[in-house]
């Protein structure tokens, strides 16, 4: 299968969030096909060596990644909130989870061994989103480094920047 016919196969619908195709069959056969057809990594799926072939063959294991990764996304924003960061929040929480993305993507091997002992945890994974705060806030402190802080802070930083001038700006429009 080319490029092309891959592109092309309407079979697999465009999901809401990149990570949703992991859960979708389909898609990780023909992007393993595709990768054996050209006789290497194309840089399909995640970055996870030969552990995410585990991932594979275990769809059990795709749903607990995609409930780690919403639970964390849900903290990070709960953290967040409670640090009263007022309107600059929500572009905080995109920030940071955009770093979480990237994080479950290409983990370090640190990452991935701490994300691998999360997702081994049976116990915390019975509903919709993982409710032991603590566990995740360890994993929140693995995953994202001081330079990932500073570029959520530098972001939410601008945000309440820019909203300041804009009010200054209205202010003596209406003035």
């Not at 006789?39 to 594979?56: A, C, K, N």
């Not at 804009?166 to 209406?174: A, F, L, P, R």
Request: hydrophobic share 40%; with cysteine; aromatic share 6%.
């Amino acid at each position: 299968m080319n490029k092309q016919e891959f592109d092309d196969d309407k079979s697999i619908s465009s999901p809401e969030y990149p990570m949703d195709l992991l859960l979708n069959e389909e898609w990780l056969r023909k992007s393993i096909q595709a990768e054996e057809e050209v006789g290497g990594d194309i840089g399909t799926g995640l970055d996870w060596g030969s552990s995410f072939e585990q991932l594979l063959l275990n769809p059990e294991l795709f749903y607990r990644l995609k409930t780690l990764r919403i639970s964390l996304n849900r903290e990070v924003h709960l953290l967040l909130k409670d640090w009263n960061l007022g309107t600059a929040t929500s572009i905080a929480s995109a920030t940071a989870r955009e770093k979480l993305l990237e994080r479950l993507k290409l983990p370090t091997p640190d990452v991935r061994e701490h994300i691998q002992a999360v997702l081994q945890r049976d116990e915390l994974f019975g509903e919709e989103f993982i409710s032991n705060h603590q566990v995740l806030r360890e994993l929140l402190g693995v995953m994202l480094t001081e330079n990932d802080w500073e570029i959520i802070a530098s972001v939410a930083a601008d945000c309440l920047k820019q909203q300041i001038i804009n009010q200054v700006i209205t202010y003596k429009i209406s003035a």
